[in-house]
């Protein structure tokens, strides 16, 4: 299930990036001196941000204890899109409202398909 929920958004938010193609912050302000190399591909959304909290979406799903470390973890992997200043604020909250939606859509469809497969009591 974390892989499915990484795969597909990584997928949407790679789709995402060539549709929008909004410029990266180092390719629109020079003066800034990006901490890794800088991708070619569009900036919104963030696909770090998205698939990250994709994945800790599902696994808190499945071990509620753990949420809270799930998601400091996402959010740090988050963070450091901005800090590397390879994306701007609002890519990296659209990659995690991506990453979450996908996830919870990818839940429901196995609640439910879990719900279809048992057997009549």
Known sequence: MVLAADAVADLLAGL???????????????????????????????????TSFACATVLAAFAPRWAVAFFVLACAIAYSRLYVAV????????????????????????????RLRRPPS
């Open 16 to 50: 995402l990036k060539h549709v929008g193609n909004e410029r990266r912050p180092a390719v629109r302000f020079p003066e800034l001196h990006p901490l890794v190399t800088v991708p070619h591909d569009g900036s919104f959304p963030s696909g770090h941000a998205a």
């Open 87 to 114: 994306h701007y604020p609002l890519d990296v909250v659209g990659g995690a409202v991506l990453g979450a939606t996908v996830a919870l859509a990818l839940l429901a469809v196995f609640r439910r398909g879990a």
